[in-house]
């Protein structure tokens, strides 16, 4: 009789979900085709490797964001505890040292005792399922073609896909310090900034934004502008929409002040550090689709870096991902009716499911790992409240009345309004969050009573 649960894809999500499951008592087979199958963009074999940004944005308890990072912490997550553990100044942002992060989350696996790293590629769901008891597919963005075909197959006309974006770093030595000043917005005058900012004159911004539109750009095969998820917008796709669009995008200079004229700049590009030495910064906004030659030569017209070296290009890759709506329920479990052919349940998790950011990926896991327990415990998952953050953006992704479909971020504007009207925004976002913490903690308390919740996270919570 088999007793493991096969996840596919050692990302954030998967990672997450093999250490809830394990930490139940359950074996894992965690199956991770890196370093036999490489990827366009990642460059280590390390589990849980940030391929864009190194930020897991605000942790404002007020925020939709910082709900989130508030529910992964009552839920006993391990990749936000390591996040925590590897961060580095972001002003109210969670940023990570992203190797650090990922050195940290893949020696937990490894030393797991019930969980069983296997690196090869799983070329298809039945192969996978063979010998399990439950199957989770977190195989993110940039699923194997092989897979992804067999994916498509079990999904039907469901299976979609489009195109991501990731920005350029840059070594911090190769900065010019007397034009950058470092500033976070709206920061007191004797406070330190965490980001470097790059002030544009008006005949700066200009020349650049010309530059920026008239250079080379990869081409991609079946590549097309309606291909990109908006939230990941390469910088000049941006700047194509108007001349000043990045002015009021990833180059707003509004809360900032520079220190040489004592007045807000026309346009700032800010840059955050990468690593917890700030040995390398990224541009932050700054996807891009223009070659690597390119990226040098128009980059370098930023003031401050002119003499800029890069320690990684911008690159564009393919993001692959489910029709939640018609394919998901709530408990992340695919419904596809050839699916069931498989013989045991498949969930998804991760930016497979339809959603979009690292905490939701991590989120997604932790529930998927939720609903297999519950699964093999035979009995009901409880429902997840709408009015937490990721409660709001389960219900919208698997709301099989949403038209064309996009993945989202957690967000205020997909949450249940509020019983009484507040019209301050600063307030009703306050009452998000309180109204968010009540409903999380009877979240947390009905699944300590269907006992999936383990021992040592109860005992803290009792504490």
Not at 25 to 45: F, S
Not at 324 to 353: E, M, W
Not at 433 to 450: I, P, S, T, W
Request: aromatic fraction near 6%; charged fraction near 20%; include cysteine.
């Amino acid at each position: 009789m088999t007793d493991y649960v096969t996840i596919l894809g050692a990302g954030l999500a998967g990672s997450e979900a093999a250490l809830q499951v394990a930490d139940r008592g359950v074996r894992v087979r965690l199956v991770e085709m890196r370093p036999t199958v490489p990827t366009p963009v990642h460059t280590t074999d390390a589990c849980a490797e940030l391929v864009c940004s190194n930020s897991l944005k605000s942790m404002k308890p007020e925020s939709a964001a910082g709900m989130l990072k508030a529910e992964l912490d009552a839920l006993g997550s391990h990749l936000m505890a390591v996040a925590r553990e590897c961060a580095v100044p972001a002003g109210g942002a969670l940023a990570v040292d992203r190797a650090a992060f990922a050195r940290e989350v893949t020696a937990r696996i490894e030393k797991h005792p019930l969980i069983n790293l296997v690196r090869e590629e799983a070329p298809s769901l039945a192969e996978a399922a063979c010998g399990a008891r439950a199957l989770i597919v977190a195989t993110g963005p940039l699923t194997s073609d092989a897979l992804a075909a067999d994916l498509a197959a079990y999904a039907g006309g469901g299976h979609l896909a489009f195109y991501d974006a990731a920005a350029p770093i840059v070594m911090a030595d190769s900065l010019d310090t007397e034009r950058l000043f470092r500033q976070s917005r709206y920061e007191d005058g004797a406070e330190v900034g965490d980001y470097l900012n790059a002030p544009f004159t008006r005949e700066e911004y200009d020349h650049f934004i010309e530059e920026l539109i008239a250079a080379e750009r990869v081409i991609l095969r079946d590549f097309e502008t309606r291909d990109l998820f908006q939230a990941c917008q390469p910088i000049e796709e941006i700047a194509r929409k108007g001349h000043d669009a990045p002015r009021f995008g990833p180059l707003k200079p509004v809360g900032l002040t520079d220190p040489r004229t004592g007045r807000r700049p026309w346009a700032a590009l800010q840059l955050r550090a990468e690593d917890a030495h700030g040995s390398c910064h990224n541009l932050v906004g700054f996807q891009t689709n223009l070659t690597f030659p390119e990226q040098k030569r128009v980059f370098r017209l930023i003031p401050g870096l002119e003499q800029a070296e890069f320690a990684r290009y911008g690159v564009m890759h393919r993001n692959t991902f489910l029709d939640a709506p018609r394919l998901l329920d709530s408990n992340l479990h695919l419904t596809a009716p050839a699916a069931a052919s498989l013989g045991i349940p498949v969930f998804i998790a991760g930016q497979l499911s339809g959603t979009e950011g690292y905490c939701e990926a991590i989120r997604s896991g932790l529930h998927a790992a939720l609903a297999v327990l519950a699964t093999l415990a035979n009995t009901p998952l409880p429902p997840l409240p709408t009015e937490t953050a990721f409660g709001a953006l389960l219900s919208y992704a698997t709301n099989p009345e949403t038209v064309d479909y996009q993945p989202l971020h957690v967000n205020f504007g997909i949450m249940p309004p509020l019983a009484q009207r507040v019209r301050n925004k600063r307030d009703r976002y306050a009452a998000y969050a309180a109204r968010g913490a009540e409903a999380l903690v009877a979240y947390v308390r009905d699944l300590e009573q269907a006992g999936l919740m383990p021992a040592a996270h109860k005992d803290a919570c009792d504490d």
